[in-house]
């Protein structure tokens, strides 16, 4: 699937190199096909990191897909440079007239707070309530996927013991459903976090339905309102070494921190970690972009109000 980006965006000449078809603007405009609209909300420290992740995880679909980076504007970020943010990214307010097929909201560094005490926040509102008319099926990551529960269920997050860190073992629910069609049984994948949101409290909501979980670290994938909201607890996009960068940081700034559990060859961090998740997180992508975006939006109805609840 060709991914068009800006043509001087940095993660572009490394997918290249992966041999992944990246278009720039001006091939683009000569392609006279329906282009998927994705949004990325990339509330990510290193922002450059979340973009190649994504940008491959979204890679493996025959679609060509145009992609909008998205910042908030009620916070300054630490992390990445003011010249990258203003060249590749547009804030929500710059977005807002806008109709997504697809928005992607990321995990961010601040599950330890209480939403409300999230300085973007009430930004952060403002998106969960546009996306009910503005587009046609939201993806929320891991704290993402945690705000997201929380602002349309009222479903609240819970400090856990230790943080949930490593590679764990899922179980596919409810095979039926089109967003895990091409799974195992069991599968692989990345978590990161420090909190949950219960099983227990998901299942007492109608409208959402469990389609993943682990007995070591609960819920990993929940769908709602028929794809319009799915909820990814965990980080299928993270690439080989993510948990690896995670855990020597850490470890370096004295914090308390253990092994990541199912990661590195016989538990020793010299070794070069296993990627045990890759294949059944394109297929989340792949199954998201094709059964909830692409086929749920009608080619007439793109860009215009129409498209919501079709």
Request: aromatic share 12%.
């Amino acid at each position: 699937m060709p991914i068009k980006t800006q043509s001087d965006l940095p993660a572009k000449e490394i997918l290249e190199k992966e041999n992944i078809f990246v278009m720039d603007e001006s091939r683009a405009t000569h392609q006279d096909i329906r282009v998927i609209e994705i949004g990325i909300l990339n509330l990510m420290p290193l922002k450059e990191d979340t973009e190649l992740q994504l940008l491959r995880s979204l890679s493996n679909t025959p679609l060509q897909i145009n992609v909008t980076f998205i910042t908030v504007s009620s916070h300054e970020s630490k992390n990445t440079s003011m010249s990258h943010l203003n060249k590749f990214y547009e804030t929500f307010d710059g977005v807002k007239n806008r109709y997504f097929d697809g928005l992607i909201i990321t995990g961010a560094p601040v599950e330890q707070m209480e939403f409300e005490e999230v300085d973007y926040w009430k930004e952060m509102c403002d998106i969960f309530e546009w996306t009910k008319t503005h587009v046609t099926s939201t993806m929320h990551l891991c704290w993402g996927a945690q705000a997201g529960l929380y602002y349309h269920y009222g479903l609240k997050k819970h400090l856990l013991d230790k943080k949930v860190f490593g590679v764990f073992e899922h179980h596919v629910m409810n095979r039926k459903v089109p967003l895990v069609r091409g799974f195992d049984d069991y599968f692989m994948a990345p978590h990161s976090r420090h909190t949950e949101v219960r099983a227990e409290d998901i299942r007492k909501i109608p409208d959402l339905t469990i389609l993943a979980e682990s007995d070591e670290a609960g819920v990993f994938l929940a769908i709602a309102d028929e794809g319009r909201r799915i909820f990814v607890m965990g980080h299928p996009e993270y690439d080989r070494v993510t948990l690896d960068k995670e855990y020597k940081r850490d470890k370096e700034k004295g914090l308390p921190i253990d092994l990541p559990v199912n990661y590195y060859p016989d538990d020793d961090d010299t070794k070069k970690p296993r990627l045990e998740w890759r294949s059944h997180g394109n297929i989340l992508y792949s199954n998201w972009l094709n059964y909830y975006v692409y086929q749920t939006t009608p080619y007439e109805f793109i860009d215009t109000a129409e498209i919501v609840g079709k």
